[in-house]
């Protein structure tokens, strides 16, 4: 079963998130919180393994909760009303593992709760342009490639899957080879950017120029 911790401030949204993941046969919203302040507590109790996480919240924020909570917090997915490109990149640099808009279906809320539980991130596809235009416009200096860490040209191609959400095994379907292959180049490109997870990852590429 997976365990997850539902914080919004509406309890009318709460409710119907709540109901429909009880439709699951594997998924469980276990605790629940109106705000980020209040989250801290009930996310300690609850040991859950994703953290469903609204944008907007008055007194604090799920962005602000994730820069104060990071690395302490479950895997988690920022819920939001609006296609937010600016909340998007926030919370990529903030530590979020997904991003999804609150009036998907619950086939696509499951399948996202699902791929974030077992490791890998999930935003939309066409997120790479977008999201570099957010990282320009928001006082990013990109570098250029040949100037940083020097990623092989397949590397490049699955850092740029990496960033429109696959996961491994979409990737190896998607380019030819096997899912533990592709594990390796990922593993690969986390050593080579410096960086711990495929979030930043995606976001050191953005730097790099890269993607």
């Known amino acids: 079963m997976i365990r997850v911790v539902l914080v919004d401030d509406q309890m009318l949204v709460r409710s119907g998130i709540r109901g429909l993941l009880d439709l699951t046969a594997d998924i469980r919203v276990v605790a629940e919180a109106a ?4 989250a801290v507590g009930v996310i300690a109790q609850a040991q859950a393994d994703v953290l469903l996480l609204d944008v907007r919240m008055p007194l604090c924020s799920g962005i602000e909760l994730l820069r104060r ?12 009303t609006f296609d937010d490109d600016e909340a998007l990149f926030d919370g990529m640099r903030a530590g979020a593992r997904g991003f999804l808009l609150k009036d998907i279906s619950l086939e696509r809320l499951a399948e996202g709760i699902r791929s974030v539980a077992a490791g890998a991130t999930l935003f939309r596809p066409g997120l790479t342009e977008r999201t570099r235009a957010a990282y ?4 990013g200096t990109r570098i250029p490639a040949e100037g940083g860490a020097r990623l092989t040209a397949r590397e490049t191609e699955i850092l740029a899957l990496m960033a429109a959400g696959l996961n491994n095994s979409e990737i190896g379907a998607a380019l030819g080879p096997s899912e533990g292959t592709i594990k390796n180049h990922v593993s ?9 997870d495929r979030v930043r990852a995606v976001l050191r590429g ?3 120029g890269y993607i």
Do not use: S, W
């Open 35 to 38: 705000n980020g302040d209040e």
């Open 69 to 80: 909570q990071q690395g302490l917090l479950p895997p988690t997915i920022l819920l939001t």
């Open 136 to 139: 320009e416009q928001a006082g």
């Open 188 to 196: 690969n490109i986390l050593a080579k950017l410096a960086v711990r």
């Open 206 to 208: 953005l730097e790099l």
